[in-house]
């Protein structure tokens, strides 16, 4: 099993940055793949991104992409969600989740994960 705690949420104005994690306690961190997600009020959980085991690929949702990057680093059971050029629209609860992976995919589907993290708040606001 693996417990995952987010943290770096906070409040921003449009345009700036947040760099969230994801940490992870166990030892097989690299067997897991990883995905990001956000919940705003009254609204359904959203895929932001994903990442594989070994960092070797990445996907990030359309609303994100060029503005947000995921990245981890198993040696410290971590992954990162760099989030850029930040909107209003981007506040929400941000989570982590994970599963594990033998055939070194990513996973998009809130369903495709089994441990998820408390999550962190982002808000966006002038």
């Known amino acids: 099993q693996v417990q995952l705690v987010e943290s770096g949420g906070g409040l921003v104005q449009p345009g700036g940055s947040l760099r969230l994690s994801c940490a992870a306690s166990?030892?097989?961190?690299?067997?897991?793949?990883v995905g990001w997600f956000r919940q705003a009020p009254g609204k359904e959980r959203e895929f932001v991104a994903a990442?594989?085991?070994?960092?070797?690929?990445?996907y990030h949702a359309d609303s994100v992409k060029g503005r947000f990057t995921i990245s981890r680093d198993n040696a410290v059971n971590t992954v990162y969600l760099q989030m850029n050029s930040l909107k209003p629209e981007d506040t929400a609860v941000y989570h982590c989740?994970?599963?594990?992976?033998?055939?070194?995919?990513?996973?998009?589907?809130?369903?495709?994960?089994?441990?998820w993290g408390q999550g962190t708040q982002v808000t966006v606001s002038s």
């Open positions: 989740a994970a599963r594990n992976d033998y055939f070194g995919r990513y996973y998009t589907g809130a369903r495709d994960y089994n441990y």
């Open positions: 166990g030892r097989t961190f690299s067997t897991y793949a």
């Open positions: 990442i594989t085991r070994s960092a070797g690929g990445t």
